[in-house]
């Protein structure tokens, strides 16, 4: 069983969301170098301020789409790990379709034809529940149909069967994990790009209505993003993961009206909401089946919701960010 302590990892995406957290996750885990590959689309500097006061964290400013560019830093770092984190979020799926879709796909490409060449050794590939569509069973274990409503989402999907089949006819050293919707501190909280949970709490803090889509029924699992990190080195650390597609949930879902209510009531929120229509693409349940990842992995989600709710919003506030 591989361990990541001593191992030179690359993160693409490393300054986002979940990659920051999982760049700090390999420093505290012993991890030889972590080299984060990000463009700054979404990635932000403060996400990994800790880790840049580690002499073994080293950032490149890069477009991991460009076989040259992540060719010669994979040599120059002697890379044996790459975490695939890299993407553009699903609402850019409203203003520029195409890109939403490619990126996803043409990342996965560059690094499936490095892995081909034995550039590096392992790839864990991130996937999304996004690629599934809306529930057709519940919970959704990793058989479910994938059928996507976004670009985003399709363009998820596509990665995922391209990585997937690769694995298969080249005998790759590939894990593909499929997490469903993150929360935690550094979701992006500005712009079109924001996070559910971000954005209602900063429209109450400014005085605004929080807005709620639909009639509220509809249902994610939420899963606090250092139980998903948790999971990502557990695919790397367990090789019976190898060439298997692995959800990372709680196999709990929420509505999101009972969602925005717990936003509500934390921030003693007790006025009306603004009620708008449908999103379009909206998909209306996703709840995982994880039973293959406490199979696989051992993996088991820690943090409950209202715990990791509060850790959220008292991360926002504290740093003056909503
Ligand atoms: N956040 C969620 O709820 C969620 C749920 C399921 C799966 N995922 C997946 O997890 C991964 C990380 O998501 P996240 O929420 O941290 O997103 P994020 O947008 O916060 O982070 C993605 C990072 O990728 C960078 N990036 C975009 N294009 C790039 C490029 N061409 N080259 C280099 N860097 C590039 C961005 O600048 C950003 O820092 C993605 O693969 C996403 O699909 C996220």
Redesign the pocket.
């Known amino acids: 069983m591989p361990s990541i302590a001593g191992k030179k990892v690359l993160v693409?995406?490393g300054?986002?969301?979940?990659?920051s957290h999982l760049c700090d996750e390999l420093l505290a885990k012993g991890a030889e170098r972590v080299v984060c590959?990000?463009?700054?689309?979404?990635?932000k500097l403060e996400n990994i301020s800790e880790a840049l006061k580690s002499e073994k964290f080293v950032l490149y400013r890069?477009?991991?789409?460009h076989f040259g560019v992540m060719q010669s830093i994979i040599e120059k770092e002697h890379i044996e790990v790459v975490f695939?984190?890299?993407?553009?979020?699903l609402n850019y799926s409203f203003f520029n379709p195409f890109d939403a879709y490619m990126?996803n796909v043409e990342?996965a490409n560059t690094l499936l034809e490095l892995l081909k060449t034995g550039a590096y050794k392992t790839l864990i590939h991130?996937?999304?529940?996004?690629a599934y569509g809306s529930a057709q069973y519940s919970p959704m274990d990793e058989n479910h149909p994938t059928d996507p409503t976004t670009p985003y989402a399709a363009g998820?999907a596509a990665a995922d069967l391209m990585v997937h089949s690769f694995s298969k006819v080249l005998d790759l050293d590939i894990s593909i994990v499929r997490?469903?919707?993150?929360y935690g501190p550094r979701?992006?909280a500005e712009g079109p790009l924001a996070g559910i949970i971000p954005v209602t709490a900063k429209r109450i803090k400014n005085g605004e209505k929080p807005v709620l889509n639909g009639d509220g029924s509809q249902t994610r699992d939420f899963i606090f993003v250092k139980d998903t990190v948790k999971g990502l080195i557990l695919a790397y650390e367990n090789e019976n993961s190898r060439g298997e597609i692995i959800n990372l949930g709680t196999g709990q879902d929420i509505a999101m009206k009972d969602l925005l209510q717990i936003i509500c009531d934390y921030m003693g929120y007790k006025g009306e909401w603004d009620y708008r229509g449908e999103r379009t693409s909206d998909v209306s349940k996703l709840c995982a089946n994880i039973g293959k990842a406490r199979e696989k992995l051992g993996f088991e989600p820690s943090m409950s919701f209202d715990e990791g709710i509060k850790e959220t919003l008292d991360w926002y506030i504290n740093n003056n960010l909503i």
Do not use: C, H, W, Y
Not at 84 to 89: D, R, S, V
């Open positions: 693409t995406g300054a986002g969301f979940i990659g590959v990000d463009n700054f689309f979404l990635g890069d477009d991991a789409r695939n984190m890299a993407t553009i979020a990126v990342i991130t996937s999304s529940s996004e998820k997490p469903f919707n993150n979701q992006n």
